[in-house]
């Protein structure tokens, strides 16, 4: 049996841009993907803490150092520039996986850079 935890998040970061005709995705600067270990294309859920909403895309790699979260696509329906989101992924572990597993949590501060 395996279960879905959560395998790592960006906290609190700011969208600093949408763009509707975009294709889809959720663009973020690569040095946070890096830190908060979110691969390219990878699965990520946001979470608007401004207006509540939530949604499933894939991240895609911003300029590094840029602090950019890009709602991309139909999605930018559901954020705005401003808006504090949550970004999280999940990975499935075995029960033997679970007693070890820790979550990355990257906080980030009002410019989008680690705190």
Do not use: W
């Amino acid at each position: 049996m395996v279960r879905r935890f959560l395998k790592s998040k960006i906290h609190r970061a700011r969208v600093t841009r949408t763009d509707l005709d975009y294709t889809g995705s959720l663009t973020v600067d690569r040095d946070l993907l890096d830190a908060a270990d979110i691969a390219t294309n990878e699965q990520v859920d946001v979470y608007n803490v401004t207006t509540g909403s939530r949604f499933t895309t894939y991240a895609i790699e911003g300029e590094r150092g840029s602090g950019t979260i890009g709602v991309n696509g139909a999605a930018a329906h559901l954020a705005s520039v401003g808006d504090l989101v949550i970004i999280a992924t999940y990975c499935d572990l075995t029960e033997d996986e679970v007693t070890g597993h820790r979550p990355k949590v990257l906080l980030v501060d009002e410019n989008n850079l680690p705190a």
